[in-house]
């Protein structure tokens, strides 16, 4: 069975490098990238199954990044993580907006986000 | 005047006026005399006859008009002797009747002007004929004085030359009071919007009618290049003038409360600055004006702003860290990274426990932040309080298993209904049942509710440790933390208590805490029950307010039953729910009748919506069996049918 890529955005690098650990740990593939161009390209080239996306990016935000795949007929069916610091009722209801999945809170629970993962490729 | 009295020229005059008429009379007589033959004297008889009918009537109007005028007259001989004085004149003076007048000298009422400007006006009136406009002091009987308006005639005999006075005189003491009274406020008013430190301006017309010295100073210019030469809307920014006209037709067409509202504005400079202004309708010299006071906010407004972003932007560099941090623990302490050792495993662990904390200290200050900013948008729902007890309740059960502590919950029978934010409230039940927890080993904690008219009480009693006296008066303060913690235990933040302090008291309630060392504590808060009318009128409210600043429409429906059943009511609540699903749109139920509030929907939305509302409630009656006579719905639309929620709500009702 192939093993299921996972596109993780961020633009702290220590942060991604860790989250890395822990899903390569997990038996996923794991892409990376560190701002809003680099997150497109490789979100349609890189075939990512899922993909893990901070809101404050350098270049282009998160919310753009996530409306734009959304509302792309090859991308929209890959399920999309918001993942920030942001925590306020108007982030989290412009998440829903843009099409968003699933919004995690940081700091957060290792277990939370792992659930969340393989709840939502469960479902593809 | 008796004959006696008189001077001679005067009865010299009189002497001769009646020699002429006597002559005239006997002219008369002869010809009536020597008339002879029938017809020729009667006419002349006749013409005498009616000359003398003539006479008395107009001796009878004038009699008449001189008792009937307000005003006093008096006629008097060119020395001012008084001959003939009017009821009016009499009263002026105080005296009983008028004929106390006669034969008073009117120079003598007159003072404490010298004679001579008296005898000076009656010369001039014998030249002139009339002079008019005259002032004088006119003294009573009892010696207070009036101040009148008067006016001299001079009548002449028949041989053209003047041989009275006619007198016309005005009480003008009254005007002139209002007058300087008039004067005296308006020369208050002066004092007081000149040295204001705010600024207020009167503007009619597009233009400004006045402007105090603040005002133009707000603006950065001369009170000169404002009055007369510029207007409210020459200073607003360009992208708030559609806000602005649309404020300046409301206040102009619609009734004098005040408006309050917060604009952009250009100083002389080009400097932006945000100008709050208060602004109501008056009636100021025969014609509509606005009158308006103004605040320069800019500085109030970006240090809101600054405060806003600080503690977004910081509360987010915070957690961007501790989020890393937190990973790499958990990664070394799940054993991902290679085994660790047992007092390894326990540091790491302090180390998490730590981070979890940072966290939630974030995030309540954050929440601190916004509810003591007043920004917390509580979102009331109804809510049963007993329910949401309990369920909190519930959610302790397994810690207070293991601690071996008992929880109760004591409601009155039924549901205790309340207009709240459920998560908010929820927050504070469960904060406070986390402290009792803390601080309670043995015994029980209780939970009471007691549902009085006006407002439900809620108790949070524990039989722990109590809190030291000195600490009573600042626990609800930020960082407060009681002096004797259980050793062991996770301390707190510190703000827990402050929170929900400031959750209770953004609801209009209020929190209080009793509390004996050794004994126990017991925290209670009260909540206000607001009526569903009152938290419709506050939606309201709410809502018109952002439509009248979006320059958008905001309806308001209302469908009316005659239904009584309370059960049935409250099921169609939810018939009407699964129908109002936009997110701005929502309804109220004020016994029998539904609100719905339409927020950026206009006549023809609203319309459609009311039909389906209507439809779906007759489908429920008739499928209830419910005796009906129909839906009665009402409809009214803002900013067409009014701008206060009063007024929509009055037009909805009138169906």
């Avoid at chain 1, 899922?50 to 929209?76: A, E, H, N, V």
């Avoid at chain 2, 929440?367 to 979102?379: F, M, P, Q, V």
């Avoid at chain 2, 600490?471 to 929170?499: H, Y």
Wanted: net charge positive; aromatic share 6%.
């Amino acid at each position: 069975m192939t093993k299921k890529k996972i596109l993780l955005v961020d633009d702290e690098t220590q942060l991604v490098e860790l989250i890395k650990m822990r899903l390569t740990r997990e038996d996923y593939d794991v892409l990376t990238a560190y701002d809003g161009e680099e997150a497109l390209q490789k979100a349609r080239h890189g075939n990512p199954d899922l993909i893990i996306l901070d809101i404050m990016l350098p270049k282009m935000d998160g919310y753009m990044i996530c409306s734009l795949l959304k509302r792309d007929r090859r991308f929209y069916k890959i399920p999309v993580i918001l993942f920030t610091a942001r925590s306020q009722e108007e982030d989290i209801k412009l998440g829903k907006k843009v099409g968003a999945d699933a919004y995690i809170t940081k700091p957060y629970e290792a277990q939370v986000l792992l659930d969340k993962i393989s709840e939502l490729l469960g479902k593809g | 005047m008796k004959d006696y009295e008189k001077k001679p020229e005067q009865l010299i005059s009189e002497l001769q006026a009646a020699k002429a008429r006597i002559d005239d009379l006997q002219k008369v007589l002869s010809a009536v005399a020597f008339g002879g033959a029938a017809g020729g004297m009667s006419p002349v008889i006749r013409r005498y006859q009616r000359a003398q009918e003539a006479l008395r009537d107009s001796e009878e109007s004038y009699r008449a008009l001189v008792e009937t005028l307000p005003d006093a007259v008096v006629m008097t001989d060119l020395e001012g002797n008084v001959m003939m004085a009017n009821v009016q004149a009499a009263a002026m003076h105080g005296a009983d009747s008028s004929e106390e007048l006669l034969g008073k000298n009117i120079l003598e009422l007159v003072a404490p002007r010298p004679k001579e400007r008296g005898l000076d006006d009656i010369e001039k009136a014998c030249r002139s004929g009339i002079l008019r406009g005259l002032e004088y002091e006119w003294v009573t009987k009892t010696g207070s004085s009036l101040i009148v308006e008067a006016s001299i005639c001079a009548l002449h005999g028949v041989d053209l030359k003047p041989r009275a006075l006619m007198v016309v005189a005005r009480d003008i003491t009254e005007a002139r009071r209002t007058d300087s009274a008039l004067r005296e406020s308006e020369e208050r008013f002066r004092i007081l919007t000149e040295s204001s430190l705010a600024g207020v301006y009167i503007a009619s017309q597009g233009r400004f009618n006045y402007v105090n010295p603040a005002f133009a100073q707000i603006f950065g210019y001369e009170q000169k290049e404002l009055i007369h030469k510029m207007g409210p809307l020459d200073l607003v920014y360009p992208d708030d003038r559609p806000l602005m006209e649309r404020q300046l037709a409301l206040r102009a067409a619609g009734p004098s409360d005040a408006a309050h509202y917060l604009v952009r504005g250009v100083r002389k400079n080009g400097q932006i600055i945000y100008w709050e202004i208060l602004s109501r309708l008056i009636d100021y010299k025969d014609t509509k004006a606005l009158v308006g006071t103004s605040l320069d906010v800019t500085e109030r407004k970006k240090a809101e702003e600054l405060k806003d972003e600080f503690v977004i932007t910081v509360s987010h560099e915070l957690r961007a860290p501790l989020a890393i941090i937190k990973e790499g623990i958990s990664l070394l302490t799940e054993g991902i990274l290679g085994k660790v050792g047992r007092k390894q495993q326990h540091v790491l662990i302090i180390a998490r426990d730590n981070i979890n904390r940072l966290a939630r200290t974030i995030d309540n200050l954050l929440d601190i932040s916004r509810i003591e900013a007043g920004r917390t948008n509580l979102k009331k729902t109804r809510v049963d309080m007993a329910v949401l007890a309990r369920a909190c309740a519930a959610a302790f059960r397994t810690r207070l298993r293991e601690k071996g502590v008992r929880l109760s919950v004591k409601c009155p029978p039924g549901a205790v209904v309340i207009y709240v934010d459920s998560d908010r409230i929820n927050q504070v039940f469960t904060n406070l049942l986390d402290n009792a927890l803390k601080f309670t080993d043995k015994g029980r904690i209780q939970i009471e509710l007691a549902d009085s008219r006006g407002s439900i009480t809620c108790r949070v009693r524990d039989t722990g440790y109590g809190i030291l006296k000195s600490d009573l008066g600042r626990i609800f303060d930020k960082f407060q933390q009681a002096n004797q913690p259980k050793a062991g235990s996770a301390k707190g933040t510190g703000l827990g208590l402050s929170i929900i302090k400031g959750i209770i008291e953004a609801h209009g309630g209020k929190i209080s805490v009793e509390s004996r060392l050794g004994k126990g504590s017991c925290f209670s808060f009260i909540l206000p029950k607001y009526s569903s009318k009152e938290v419709m009128r506050e939606y309201l409210a709410g809502g018109l307010k952002d439509a009248m600043r979006k320059g958008v429409n905001l309806s308001l429906l209302l469908l009316s039953l005659d239904i009584r059943a309370g059960r049935h009511l409250k099921m169609m609540e939810e018939v009407i729910a699964r129908h109002v699903r936009r997110d701005d749109d929502a309804f109220f139920r004020d016994g029998a009748d539904f609100f719905v509030v339409m927020k950026g929907q206009g006549r023809r939305d609203a319309a459609l919506l009311s039909t389906r509302l209507a439809q779906a409630l007759r489908a429920y009656c008739l499928r209830y069996k419910l005796r009906s006579r129909g839906v009665l719905a009402g409809c009214a639309v803002f900013p067409d049918d009014g701008q206060h929620y009063a007024d929509l709500i009055n037009k909805a009702k009138s169906l």
